[in-house]
């Protein structure tokens, strides 16, 4: 975003403003007379001239900062909706959404018929996860537009229950149906979807169709309902109706080939390159189509599909992964571990070195895999970490837990700061050298401080082997803040306070860590809880439930010891 470089005072002034030519400017009062500035809608004094033209070049010098305050200044006090909107749009390209959702107010306010302002408010708030004030801002407006009702129903997905019934209320009062508006129809369906209201989303859908049968959209929504009800013969039938009239649709096509997938599997092929041809051979539908093979078993195609891919961009080594994958699926191992090793760079490289590696036996190939990890090396050292925990990993999958202690060792004698190799070092030995673990941990937490992975390592780890529970509980509290959501922080961060003795503030996290993850030394640390809590019947359950499973865990028999108490 620039301004213009050449300052013609009133012309440019005029133009950063968008406003009329006629607008009239008050003289300057004389030096030494003291006057109080007065804004009048419409007109620019003095004042303004001042500030716009310093924001001009205040935008000439990238401070879009400083660019953006004096304009939303300015659309204030002159009451301007083209001052507000260029505000706004300054506060978009900063990505400010505090002065986006002040700029745009302005403007809504200054242009109420305008429907930009309203979508970029919507937007913000949606984005924000500010649910509510969208609704209230929906809520305010006698009609939308289609583009509102599609940025409604691009963030249908964060609205809880009783928001989605707030906006289906709001909604209803359009009379879709009477009105025959399709797109408000649409919208509706969707949204009782969302609550789980089929029945009346296919009725809407229905009444939908009845004006114009073979709508897209709603023929989408009604074929996945029926896909969802397991009937495929009507949801396919539905689709290739829609498709007479729509035959350039790619979701329609979809739709079409995944049913065929399902019915005629001899008429894929066909369908699909019809697909791709009406969309002009676009290399994304074709990767998806490859995709979608690939998943429900047609190799041999997708392996087609890739390989055409491949031929148009011989630089998309990533494709490789997917035929490596095929290859493997197919039992052609040298033909997969090939395919692999010709992976280039990033994830998937790191994907495909992982997939070889699998395919490779330990007794007899492992020169062969440490050759494979080096050539990827070769072709990208930024993942030179990734690739040499990978094979560290193998040996220790392939039962040979020494030599992987070895090889990272050697590793961090080269890079002996580097957190991630200390990690890695600390896991391997977590079954037979524990003071070893406990010193490798610490050294990664020195290294990187602020990584929650290596805090709830270190403070769980604390937790087991010492009795240092305060400095463990403040370590996961640091990483629990950084990952809310991750299991193994839950857990420990219940555990943790049961170790301080808060239990009953323990157990809604250990609860939650279950819900998530049910294995049996999660559940070990519920059970424990659970009978410290008085609670015996519902801890006898769950261990009952994890025993049938693991009757060998070392977690479940320290846990029965606590029940039988």
Same mark, same amino acid.
């Given at each position: 975003?620039r301004?213009?470089n050449?300052?013609?005072?009133?012309?440019?002034?005029?133009?950063?403003?968008?406003?009329?030519?006629?607008?009239?400017l008050k003289?300057?009062?004389?030096?030494?007379?003291?006057?109080?500035?007065?804004?009048?809608?419409?007109?620019?004094?003095?004042?303004?001239?001042?500030e716009l033209?310093?924001?001009?070049?205040?935008g000439?010098?990238?401070?879009f900062?400083?660019?953006?305050?004096?304009?939303?200044?300015?659309?204030e006090?002159n009451?301007?909706s083209?001052?507000?909107?260029?505000?706004t749009?300054l506060?978009?390209?900063?990505?400010?959404?505090?002065?986006?959702?002040?700029?745009?107010?302005?403007?809504?306010?200054?242009?109420p018929?305008?429907?930009?302002?309203?979508?970029?408010?919507?937007?913000?708030?949606?984005?924000e996860?500010?649910?509510?004030?969208?609704?209230?801002?929906?809520?305010?407006?006698?009609?939308?537009?289609?583009?509102?009702?599609?940025?409604?129903?691009?963030?249908?997905?964060?609205?809880?229950?009783?928001?989605?019934?707030?906006?289906?209320?709001?909604?209803?009062?359009?009379?879709?149906?009477?009105?025959?508006?399709l797109?408000?129809?649409?919208?509706?369906?969707?949204?009782?979807?969302?609550i789980?209201?089929?029945?009346?989303?296919?009725? &809407?859908? #229905?009444?939908g $169709? =009845?004006i114009e !049968? @073979?709508?897209?959209? %709603?023929?989408?929504?009604?074929? /996945?309902? +029926?896909?969802?009800r397991?009937?495929?013969?009507?949801a396919?039938? &539905?689709? #290739?109706?829609? $498709? =007479?009239?729509? !035959? @350039?649709n790619?979701? %329609?096509?979809?739709?079409?080939? /995944?049913? +065929?997938l399902k019915?005629?599997?001899?008429k894929?092929?066909?369908?699909?390159?019809?697909?791709?041809?009406?969309?002009?051979?676009?290399?994304?539908?074709?990767?998806?189509?490859a995709?979608?093979?690939?998943?429900?078993?047609?190799?041999?195609?997708?392996?087609?599909?890739?390989?055409?891919?491949?031929?148009?961009?011989?630089?998309?080594?990533?494709?490789?992964?997917?035929?490596?994958?095929?290859?493997?699926?197919?039992?052609?191992k040298e033909?997969?571990i090939?395919?692999?090793?010709?992976?280039?760079?990033?994830k998937?490289?790191?994907?495909?070195?992982?997939?070889?590696?699998?395919?490779?036996?330990?007794?007899t190939?492992?020169?062969?895999a440490?050759?494979?990890?080096?050539?990827?090396?070769?072709?990208?050292?930024?993942?030179e970490?990734?690739?040499?925990?990978?094979?560290?990993?193998?040996?220790?999958r392939s039962?040979?837990?020494?030599?992987?202690?070895?090889?990272i060792?050697?590793?961090?004698?080269?890079?002996?700061?580097?957190?991630?190799y200390?990690?890695?070092?600390?896991?391997?030995?977590?079954?037979?050298?524990?003071?070893?673990?406990?010193?490798?941990?610490?050294?990664?937490?020195?290294a990187?401080?602020?990584n929650?992975?290596?805090?709830?390592?270190?403070?769980?780890?604390?937790?087991?082997?010492?009795?240092?529970?305060?400095?463990?509980?403040?370590?996961?509290?640091?990483?629990?803040?950084?990952?809310?959501?991750?299991v193994?922080?839950?857990?420990?961060m219940?555990w943790?306070?049961?170790?301080?003795?808060?239990?009953?503030?323990?157990?809604?996290?250990?609860?939650?860590?279950?819900?998530?993850?049910?294995?049996?030394?999660?559940?070990?640390?519920?059970?424990?809880?659970?009978?410290?809590?008085?609670?015996?019947?519902?801890?006898?359950?769950?261990?009952q439930?994890?025993?049938?499973?693991?009757?060998?865990?070392?977690?479940?028999?320290?846990?029965?010891?606590?029940?039988?108490?």
């Amino acid at each position: 975003m620039r301004f213009s470089n050449k300052l013609l005072v009133l012309t440019s002034v005029l133009t950063l403003m968008g406003c009329a030519p006629q607008a009239e400017l008050k003289p300057a009062p004389p030096e030494t007379t003291k006057t109080t500035v007065s804004y009048v809608p419409g007109e620019f004094n003095e004042e303004s001239i001042f500030e716009l033209l310093t924001a001009e070049l205040a935008g000439q010098q990238r401070d879009f900062d400083k660019a953006q305050q004096l304009i939303e200044r300015q659309a204030e006090l002159n009451q301007s909706s083209a001052l507000a909107e260029r505000a706004t749009r300054l506060a978009q390209f900063l990505r400010d959404s505090g002065r986006v959702q002040h700029s745009a107010e302005l403007w809504q306010k200054l242009s109420p018929e305008d429907e930009a302002p309203a979508q970029i408010l919507l937007n913000t708030l949606f984005h924000e996860d500010r649910v509510n004030d969208a609704l209230d801002l929906i809520e305010a407006r006698e009609d939308f537009s289609t583009e509102t009702l599609v940025l409604i129903d691009t963030h249908l997905a964060r609205l809880n229950n009783d928001q989605a019934k707030r906006l289906l209320k709001i909604l209803d009062k359009q009379q879709a149906v009477k009105t025959k508006r399709l797109d408000l129809i649409l919208v509706i369906a969707k949204t009782e979807i969302h609550i789980g209201h089929i029945d009346r989303a296919m009725n &809407l859908l #229905n009444a939908g $169709l =009845k004006i114009e !049968p @073979t709508q897209a959209d %709603l023929v989408i929504e009604k074929a /996945q309902i +029926l896909v969802s009800r397991t009937e495929f013969s009507n949801a396919l039938k &539905l689709v #290739n109706q829609a $498709l =007479k009239e729509n !035959p @350039t649709n790619r979701q %329609l096509r979809a739709l079409q080939v /995944q049913q +065929l997938l399902k019915l005629a599997p001899r008429k894929v092929k066909s369908a699909v390159n019809k697909a791709i041809d009406q969309a002009n051979r676009d290399p994304q539908i074709i990767y998806y189509y490859a995709l979608l093979m690939m998943e429900n078993d047609q190799l041999i195609f997708s392996e087609e599909l890739f390989s055409d891919l491949l031929t148009a961009d011989p630089k998309a080594t990533d494709l490789y992964l997917y035929l490596g994958i095929i290859a493997a699926n197919q039992n052609k191992k040298e033909q997969a571990i090939d395919a692999f090793s010709k992976v280039e760079r990033g994830k998937s490289l790191l994907n495909a070195s992982s997939r070889a590696l699998q395919l490779m036996d330990a007794n007899t190939e492992s020169d062969r895999a440490l050759a494979f990890i080096n050539g990827a090396i070769i072709n990208d050292p930024e993942q030179e970490e990734d690739l040499n925990i990978l094979y560290t990993q193998w040996l220790q999958r392939s039962g040979d837990t020494d030599a992987a202690v070895s090889y990272i060792s050697a590793q961090i004698n080269k890079e002996p700061e580097s957190a991630h190799y200390l990690y890695a070092r600390a896991m391997l030995q977590d079954d037979f050298d524990h003071q070893a673990m406990l010193q490798d941990l610490e050294s990664a937490y020195q290294a990187d401080s602020t990584n929650p992975t290596i805090q709830n390592a270190l403070g769980y780890t604390l937790l087991e082997y010492t009795d240092q529970y305060q400095r463990a509980y403040e370590l996961i509290s640091l990483a629990y803040k950084q990952s809310p959501t991750e299991v193994a922080i839950i857990d420990s961060m219940g555990w943790a306070l049961h170790k301080l003795g808060r239990n009953a503030e323990a157990l809604p996290y250990l609860e939650k860590a279950y819900m998530e993850f049910s294995d049996a030394e999660v559940g070990s640390h519920l059970i424990i809880v659970l009978s410290i809590l008085g609670q015996q019947e519902r801890a006898n359950q769950i261990y009952q439930d994890l025993f049938e499973k693991n009757p060998d865990s070392k977690d479940l028999k320290e846990a029965l010891e606590w029940l039988n108490n």
